[in-house]
Nanobody
Framework: QVRLVESGGGSAQAGGSLRLSCAAS????????MGWFRQAPGKERESVAA???????MYVESVKGRFTISQDNPKKTLYLQMNSLKPEDTGMYYC????????????????????WGQGTQVTVSS
């Protein structure tokens, strides 16, 4: 079991920026897929972005060009830089990890990811 701790959430105006961080206690295998997910009140959890151990990044269409996922391997930390925020970006954001290579399954709202953080709230006002 890997412990994941998110930070960096908060409130922002539409058009603003926030940066989320996710610190992992360990990497239990050299190959992994790490992702960011979000859940708005009354809605299902949705995938946002993912990155694999080779640094290949993946995004859902709604955040392409606005969000950037990155990682600092020595620090075992995952980041999500969110720019040009919109009110519809509001939600609880979670990071998750699974120690196998990423595949199309990363888009399934988190199914297949075994390790999760506690979440950090992002609120974007218009």
């Amino acid at each position: 079991q890997v412990r994941l701790v998110e930070s960096g959430g908060g409130s922002a105006q539409a058009g603003g920026s926030l940066r989320l961080s996710c610190a992992a206690s360990a990497y239990t295998a050299p190959n992994y897929c790490m992702g960011w997910f979000r859940q708005a009140p009354g809605k299902e959890r949705e995938s946002v972005a993912a990155i694999d151990s080779d640094g290949v990044t993946m995004y859902v269409e709604s955040v392409k060009g606005r969000f950037t996922i990155s990682q600092d391997n020595p620090k075992k930390t995952l980041y999500l830089q969110m720019n040009s925020l919109k009110p519809e970006d509001t939600g609880m954001y979670y990071c998750a990890a699974e120690f196998i290579p990423c595949g199309p399954w990363w888009r399934l709202g988190g199914a297949g990811f075994g390790d999760w953080g506690q979440g950090t709230q992002v609120t974007v006002s218009s």
